[in-house]
Nanobody
Framework: FQLVESGGGLVQPGGSLNLSCVASGFTLEHYVTGWFRQAPGKDRERVSCITNSGAGGSANYADSVKGRFTTSRDNAKNTVYLQMTSLEPEDTATYYC???????????????WGQGTQVTVSS
C-alpha cells in the first residue's frame, strides 16, 4: 500500500511541470488526496487537496499557488495529478502526496506519504 510521486525536475521560471501520484495496493478513489511540499529549511505545507466526490472531485488550493496549480484525478489509472504552471523559484521544494478521508483534516493526519519528487525552479 503505497503512493509514488513522479514528474519533478528542473524548470526555468515561468515554466510548467506535471506531477503524478500513483497508488498501488489500494483504491485511491476511496480517499481524498493532498499535495504537499517542503522546501529546505522550511516547514512542510499543503499545496492542494482534491476530494473523491462527484465526477473528478473538487479541489482547494493554497493561496500561494491558486490560479497557477491544478489538481485532478483519473480513477481509472488510480492516479492524482498536480499540474503546475507559471512556476516561480519559490515553488522549489520536494512535493509529496498523501491520503485522508476528508480535505478538512490537518496535515498531520494524512497518511501513506510517498517518497516525494523534487521540483527545482531556476534559471
Amino acid at each position: 500500500f503505497q503512493l509514488v510521486e513522479s514528474g519533478g525536475g528542473l524548470v526555468q521560471p515561468g515554466g510548467s511541470l506535471n506531477l503524478s501520484c500513483v497508488a498501488s495496493g489500494f483504491t485511491l478513489e476511496h480517499y481524498v488526496t493532498g499535495w504537499f511540499r517542503q522546501a529546505p529549511g522550511k516547514d512542510r505545507e499543503r499545496v492542494s487537496c482534491i476530494t473523491n466526490s462527484g465526477a473528478g472531485g473538487s479541489a482547494n488550493y493554497a493561496d500561494s499557488v491558486k490560479g497557477r496549480f491544478t489538481t485532478s484525478r483519473d480513477n481509472a489509472k488510480n492516479t492524482v495529478y498536480l499540474q503546475m504552471t507559471s512556476l516561480e523559484p519559490e515553488d522549489t521544494a520536494t512535493y509529496y502526496c498523501a491520503i485522508e478521508l476528508t480535505c478538512d483534516a490537518t496535515m498531520g493526519s494524512f497518511s501513506r506519504w510517498g517518497q516525494g519528487t523534487q521540483v527545482t525552479v531556476s534559471s
